[in-house]
């Protein structure tokens, strides 16, 4: 008898497991269109110049070694976060009233907060702005996974963020800097934290210190180390906007049933398609084309190559399935 006999087994996680069906696809004309990757034309993430300028800017960096970071994390990587997601003139900064804590946040004692993924509203191409209701009862948590990847501009795309602060509520902001810097399996992250005033983000601070020393002690620093320097350094942030410009990509019209204008209206990684799950099946099982069960895919894993292909597919899975 083990120890372990009484462990359930767990339902395996939805898009790792799309990813690794994917890889077990003999097919020739396979497509991933599940992970949100950002890919070249081959299909393969694709790695920004200026991280593979920075990554050779560390190696040869003889100052840096693996020494334990502050519990909190690099401190030129958290204020550069920060300020990425609040902007350099914000008055929470230059009040003293933020901070920021690196890695994902876990459940601190807050009850019933649902947190709001600002940049799913562009995925889908929605504009909010006008259907928000404040509410002076909420505690704002915002999700930052994409930011410039919506509009393209940094800046564009945390004005949500920032026009909460501005109106003065407290507020998380989760920072996730795997999308726009490509560091997919560094797993770059970063909390700021919005207070009233600099007392009470101190003791807020300290219970996070708590949590931190209990679960994952001491966060990593490559990651952080390569996003602070590209943050602080004005000539290699320079880099970036050109960097993250995407390729265009034209598409194909195949009299298909239905309107289809929310695949070209969309902006941002992803979009739904709009395909049911019998649809979404058929794509998968016959068409080996991978994508999410709710029908959402990957825009980045659409190249010249595969685009008239999972075009005809999705046509086929129209016409065929119900």
Partial sequence: MSVFTDVPQAPPVAVFK????F??????????????????????????PVVKKVERLIVEDQSLNHEYLPILGLPEFRSAASKVALGDDSPAISENRVENHNGVFTDAGFKDIRPYHYWDANKRGLDLTDSWTISRNLFVFFDSAYQGFA???????????RYFVSQGFELFVAQSFSKNFGLYNERVGNLTVV??????LSRTLSQ?????????????????????????????????PADARPAPIQTPGSGTPGTWDHITAQIGM????????KQVEYMVKEKHVYLMASGRINMCGLTSKNIDYVAQSIHEAVTKIQ
């Fill in 195 to 200: 207070a009233r005033d600099s007392e009470n």
């Fill in 270 to 277: 992803f979009s739904f398609t709009g395909l049911n799950p």
């Fill in 208 to 240: 996070m210190e708590k949590i931190v020393r209990t679960t994952w002690s001491n966060p990593p620093s490559q990651g952080a180390r390569i996003v602070s320097k590209t943050l602080n350094c004005p000539e290699l942030f320079a880099e970036c």
């Fill in 23 to 48: 890889r077990d696809d003999p097919h020739p004309q396979k497509v991933n269109l599940g992970v949100g990757a950002y890919r070249t034309d081959d299909c393969q993430p694709w790695v920004l």
């Fill in 18 to 21: 799309l990813t690794a069906d």
């Fill in 151 to 161: 509009s393209g501009s940094l800046e564009k795309d945390a004005w949500a963020i």
